[in-house]
């Protein structure tokens, strides 16, 4: 259940002229996008999500108040609510699946974390950093135990891989499960661990340096199948900015100082095949993706 009214936050006029026959101004009308902002932890992707939808609102030209609506409800029962229509919002932004994108939901297939989601670097107790300099092959995690939440799509994607993962409905007993040696490691998305790190959190907890997990996933805007006009908009214009760079700039002002954060060498990336990804995602697009090693 919301753990308190659906207040609207804040509110942005996104607006550019748009032209009728003879470049006489035409009379936009304006509609409402709610977008979510996760009351139970700090989403330090929330900024980022903002200024996608913001993007490609402006590029396709249209006219839509964004309003930011607080929401306190585990991802899965989430999904199923904005894919039923009966969401207090209108957009997602979550890692897909081959269910999430024949659920109902209309997919704006655009990475736009450019695969950042499937980089993931090993949270581990701080005591055992020694022992993880050693790990060179997958075969040296498989005698380890991961933690993830149960009904994310990376838990199956760690088991595919024939990794044991131990789950948990909540998000921060994973680093009490860690802190306590119930689970071994971590596995989080080099946009994230930063911000699960700052402020002293969790000091007995440290990042395995140098060694990252990496697996072909991409994060996708999913909206409601009540606002089909809203995803057309944003296909649109994600797409135009893919095409003119300022989707890559924008990546890039967000998540460049990250990747240089984190470097890695080629031989302690871990690949992981990913069987949960849907055959329409545009791998081939060299364009929409970054690669670990690789400058942003």
Known sequence: ???????PQRRRLLAL?????????????????????????????????????????????????????????????????????????????????RQRETSGLLTVRIPIDRGLMGWRLLLVRRGELAQWDQVRHLDDLRRRIAGQGHDWPDTAILRANGLQVGT????????????????????????????????????????????????????YVFVSPQRPELADALRTGLEAAVAD??????????????IKAHPVSPERVLKLRNPLLPPQTPLQRRELWLQPGEAP
Not at 1 to 7: D, I, N, S
Not at 168 to 193: K, Q
Not at 196 to 215: N, T, V
Not at 251 to 258: I, K, L, M, N
């Open 245 to 258: 760079g300022s989707f890559q700039r924008l990546h890039r002002q967000q998540y460049g100082a990250v």
């Open 1 to 7: 259940m919301f753990a308190q009214p659906l207040v």
């Open 17 to 97: 002229p748009l032209l009728g026959w003879g470049g006489a101004l035409a009379q936009p009308q304006t509609a409402v996008v709610r977008v979510p902002r996760h009351i139970s932890t700090p989403d330090p992707q929330l900024e980022y999500f903002n200024r996608v939808i913001d993007l490609g609102l402006a590029r396709a030209g249209s006219r839509f108040e964004v309003r930011t609506i607080p929401l306190e409800m585990a991802q899965g029962r989430s999904l199923v609510e904005l894919a039923s229509g009966q969401s207090p919002v209108d957009v997602m932004w979550t890692v897909t699946d």
């Open 168 to 219: 948990s409905s909540v998000y921060e007993a994973l680093f009490r499960m860690l802190a306590a040696g119930r689970i071994d490691y971590f596995p989080r998305s080099i946009l994230e661990i930063d911000s699960e790190l700052a402020g002293d959190r969790h000091p007995e907890l440290a990042i395995a340096p140098g060694l990252m997990l990496h697996y072909p996933t991409a994060a």
